[in-house]
């Protein structure tokens, strides 16, 4: 028989909570960081096959979570500016990323590699700015559900 009941006290639990959070986090980072080495390293997709597919998936996880409980972002708020801002940020790194895969390829076409980076910017800004979007739209309606549900009564 498995014991479920939980030994730990709220300390304990809260202590427990930041380190499965920073595991988490951590996780997500390094996973990114390993398939961006990678990416620029020039190592064949099928090698990063698995870390992508587990990045992406903790991404679909947390992404879908928190807006099922009606949670957007700590300091952003989920309106178009912000979508904007982080888009830009994802753009910059891809347009980066594109470059210098484009310039390891062909060292002698700096003008195609510029032209490159900017065609891979272009996409990851407009990929991510459409996902936000759809993600900003779906967290307003779940706040709207939220808002409208009534408060359950504490029972005294």
């Not at 309106?79 to 060292?107: H, Y």
Request: charge should be neutral.
């Amino acid at each position: 028989m498995k014991n479920n009941k939980n030994i730990l006290d709220e300390r304990q639990e809260q202590i427990l909570l930041r380190i499965e959070h920073n595991g988490c986090w951590l996780a997500f980072w390094g996973l990114l960081a390993a398939i961006i080495v990678q990416l620029v390293l020039d190592i064949d997709f099928r090698n990063l096959a698995g870390k992508w597919i587990v990045f992406m998936l903790l991404s679909l996880y947390l992404s879908v979570g928190c807006i099922r409980q009606g949670i957007w972002d700590r300091r952003r708020k989920p309106d178009e500016s912000s979508n904007v801002v982080n888009s830009l940020i994802v753009a910059l790194a891809m347009g980066i990323l594109g470059f210098v895969r484009t310039v390891k390829r062909f060292p002698d076409k700096i003008a195609g590699s510029i032209a490159a980076g900017i065609v891979y910017a272009g996409m990851a800004f407009a990929v991510c700015f459409v996902i936000l979007q759809f993600f900003a739209s779906q967290f307003k309606k779940k706040q709207s559900q939220l808002e409208e549900e009534p408060l359950e009564e504490e029972e005294e």
